[in-house]
């Protein structure tokens, strides 16, 4: 028997890791994102498993230990079934933050599982329906290709109003219009429009507390994964900061007794640019594959 946790975890927010919706082939899916939306980051999952850098961690089954249970429970097939996943802010904190996922599952077995929590509570919404396990969040279906899920009943009655036509998305908004920056191959992508918004653990962070938004991409060109973030700062002065901050960090790393960790750190450049710190990083996939591969940091690199 599931803890109650864990079934909506395990029946919704992984059954959102399996949804499909033909119109929307892994991209986010702008018709749900509410306007006002803070932040938006995006997994391509159809892109990422065409790289080289997925096919080189698959081999080590990677992503076999790590699907294990929603093989078992929901005979989902992670790398085949999800489309993409998109994660969105409507508000400052955790609990307003909406998860979305495309791909392919079966609805009818996922509400069997919901059936098996005690505290189960199906709550109609306009033409939805929202489902609730007590207090650990709420999740909807706003279609057969579709699942949404949020800790905030607020967030998420927004969400299915917006899917439902009934307020006005975020494809007007500059948090959008940003998003136009990612290039067409990459397979992750973020873009914050107000870092007064995330989550407290990167608000308290020495690096981003004087920071006004960021951006973040990662693509594969050729065999070599390519990286590039960029975090504006409130102030020249702040900028070049938090550039030391970073380059400190390097040094640090190229003290370590890791070497496939400094060779990686050979692929990173800091660049300044008035408001802006750009971090590009580019590497063969198959040394980022195996550092990730390894699960294992520097001895000493936060010590």
Do not use: C
């Not at 993409?84 to 307003?96: H, I, M, P, W, Y």
């Amino acid at each position: 028997m599931f803890k109650k946790a864990t079934l909506l975890v395990v029946a919704l927010a992984a059954a959102a890791l399996s949804l499909v919706l033909p119109a929307w082939p892994g991209t986010v899916p702008a018709s749900i994102v509410p306007d006002g939306a803070r932040w938006v980051a995006h997994l391509d999952m159809e892109k990422f498993v065409a790289t080289k850098l997925y096919e080189y961690m698959d081999k080590g089954d990677r992503f076999v230990v790590k699907s294990r249970d929603l093989t078992r429970w929901l005979k989902l097939d992670v790398p085949k079934d999800i489309a993409g996943l998109t994660v969105f802010g409507l508000g400052a904190g955790e609990k307003q933050a909406v998860f979305a996922v495309a791909g392919k599952f079966d609805k009818q077995r996922l509400l069997t599982l919901l059936e098996l929590a005690e505290d189960r509570q199906e709550i109609p919404y306009g033409g939805f329906t929202m489902y609730s396990t007590g207090d650990d969040g709420f999740g909807a279906f706003v279609n057969d290709g579709l699942i949404v899920f949020s800790e905030s009943r607020e967030a998420l009655e927004k969400v299915l109003d917006t899917a439902a036509g009934k307020a006005k998305n975020f494809t007007g908004s500059k948090l959008s219009a940003s998003l136009k920056e990612v290039p067409s191959g990459a397979f992750i992508s973020a873009v914050v429009e107000d870092m007064s918004n995330v989550v407290s653990e990167v608000r308290k962070s020495r690096l981003f507390e004087k920071a006004s938004g960021m951006f973040f991409m990662a693509q594969e060109i050729g065999d070599n994964i390519q990286l590039r973030a960029q975090v504006t700062a409130d102030s020249p002065e702040n900028a070049a900061n938090m550039a030391d901050i970073v380059q400190g960090f390097i040094a640090l790393g190229r003290m370590s007794d890791e070497a496939r960790f400094t060779s990686l750190l050979d692929g990173l450049r800091v660049k300044l640019d008035g408001k802006a710190v750009r971090l590009e990083f580019e590497r063969p996939s198959r040394e980022v594959a195996d550092m990730i591969s390894s699960g294992r940091m520097p001895h000493g690199f936060f010590d």
